[in-house]
């Protein structure tokens, strides 16, 4: 097997215009939500990563007719062949988001058996509020030979989350579209992609209010009609090449993003000193001086992103300052930090928080992706270091951008991917 890793040299302006592909986490929420429907589904804008692949792959396991027309972003999904509510581990494991095919089985066909996920180790991520949620919906919930099984009638309840969460936020509500009743999700998650989900059901004919804000109310209905469904820019790739754009002190015009997700990471980059403008549907972002060092704390929507908290954390470690970053979210998400002191960051790291020093400058070394978007910050710390850095396991980062090295390359970055010897 050939292994692979990302070659930078640093210290290269980006310069031009680049798009932003289609949500990440929104479309892996999307997909699954086809099988509650008693129609065809035509889902476009699908970003082409590596989770998607897995997703496509599970659908036709489970035997949706689809037709992935990869060249055009874009998946005709015929749900109404799906014959088989259970997916083994072997496929479960390759991502987090495995998890929504139990929310979209157990809340079309009252069944689901489903392997644990797997994902970035990024702390515990445990999913009991998605469990509880399923119980109160009228699940019967066992763990059996490491599958995770429910069965029962879906019936309307109210859930209290005992905190935001957005993955337990999706499920539940992919399992209470078609509950007889009303729902109602209590402390909800408010991220942008739990309204697409909402946006795309609803244009399905369900009866879904008040998504993005904390209180979501859900009508079951008894069917769901075909729908075609374009899904939202992603919020995290849009930081990224955002924070990319700073650390090189380019000047970058993003096309094609949503700039109203993007204003907690917009107001901490104007605290540093970066020029931010926000249009319609782009963003400018320039620096052409040192930046600032800043306090950041994780917050959930439309606090800062824990998402965009390790790009971002890569980019303080050349600020004038000391910088604090506190991750609120995750318990093992400053691993990327680790990796680049050996490139000369000097950082602290106190339970959730780290203290950074900013130096002068970083020097290129070898370094390891241990999880996606820490694989992106090291990208962006070789973008801002002297010399070559070389990023393994990049594989970590095609899971979840789309051809982030040739986004970046055609900006004028010096990035190549390359086969280790
Ligand atoms: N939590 C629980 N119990 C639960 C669910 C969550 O204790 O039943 C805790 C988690 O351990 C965590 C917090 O609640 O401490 C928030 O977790 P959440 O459920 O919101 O996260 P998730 O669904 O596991 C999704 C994204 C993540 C993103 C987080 C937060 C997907 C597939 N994953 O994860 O995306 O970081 O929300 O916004 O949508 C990524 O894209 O790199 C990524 C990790």
Redesign the pocket.
């Known amino acids: 097997m050939n292994a692979y890793r990302l070659s930078i040299k640093g210290e290269i302006p980006l310069h031009g215009e680049t798009y932003v592909s289609g949500g990440?986490?929104t479309s892996?929420?999307v997909l699954p939500a086809v099988i509650l429907c008693d129609e065809p589904c035509v889902i476009e804008n699908l970003p082409d990563i590596d989770d998607i692949n897995v997703l496509y792959t599970i659908l036709c396991h489970l035997g949706a007719k689809v037709d992935y027309q990869r060249d055009k972003k874009r998946m005709i999904i015929d749900p109404t062949s799906v014959n088989c509510t259970t997916v083994p581990f072997s496929f479960t494991q390759q991502?987090?988001?495995s998890?929504?095919l139990m929310g979209a089985l157990f809340g079309r066909y009252g069944e689901a058996s489903v392997g644990y996920p797997g994902?970035?180790a990024?702390?515990?991520?445990?999913?009991?509020?998605?469990?509880?949620g399923f119980c109160l919906l009228g699940a019967e919930f066992l763990e059996e030979g490491g599958m995770l099984k429910l069965k029962g009638e879906r019936r309307g309840s109210i859930i209290n989350?005992?905190?935001?969460?957005?993955?337990?936020?999706?499920n539940v509500m992919l399992a209470a579209c078609k509950a007889k009743g009303n729902t109602v999700l209590a402390n909800a998650?408010r991220?942008p992609?739990v309204v697409d989900l909402a946006n795309f059901l609803n244009s399905m004919g369900a009866k879904i209010r008040g998504a993005g804000t904390s209180t979501i109310r859900i009508r079951g209905v008894q069917k769901l009609s075909g729908a075609a469904y374009s899904v939202i820019p992603d919020q995290?790739e849009t930081g990224t090449l955002m924070i990319a754009a700073a650390a090189t002190r380019g000047d970058v015009l993003i096309r094609g993003c949503i700039p109203t997700h993007m204003e907690a990471l917009t107001a901490k980059l104007l605290e540093m000193g970066v020029f931010v403008d926000s249009f319609d549907d782009c963003i400018r972002v320039r620096l052409n001086k040192g930046h600032r060092a800043i306090r950041i704390s994780t917050q959930?929507?439309p606090g800062f992103?824990?998402?965009l908290q390790q790009p971002m954390s890569a980019l303080l470690t050349k600020a004038n300052g000391n910088s604090e970053v506190t991750e609120n979210?995750?318990?093992n998400r400053f691993k990327h930090l680790d990796e680049m002191r050996r490139m000369g960051a000097k950082v602290h790291i106190s339970g959730r928080t780290a203290y950074i020093e900013g130096v002068p400058e970083l020097r290129g070394a070898p370094v390891n992706a241990c999880?996606?978007?820490g694989g992106a910050a090291l990208v962006i710390a070789g973008l801002m270091a002297k010399g070559i850095t070389q990023v393994y396991n990049p594989d970590y980062i095609h899971r979840?951008y789309e051809r982030l090295e040739e986004k970046l390359s055609s900006l004028g970055a010096d990035i190549r991917l390359e086969k280790t010897e």
């Open positions: 990440k986490n892996l929420a991502m987090r988001a998890y929504y994902g970035c990024i702390g515990s991520r445990p999913i009991d509020q998605h469990i509880k989350f005992d905190m935001a969460t957005v993955g337990g936020t999706i998650a991220e992609h995290i959930e929507y992103p824990t998402d979210i995750f318990d999880d996606l978007r979840g």
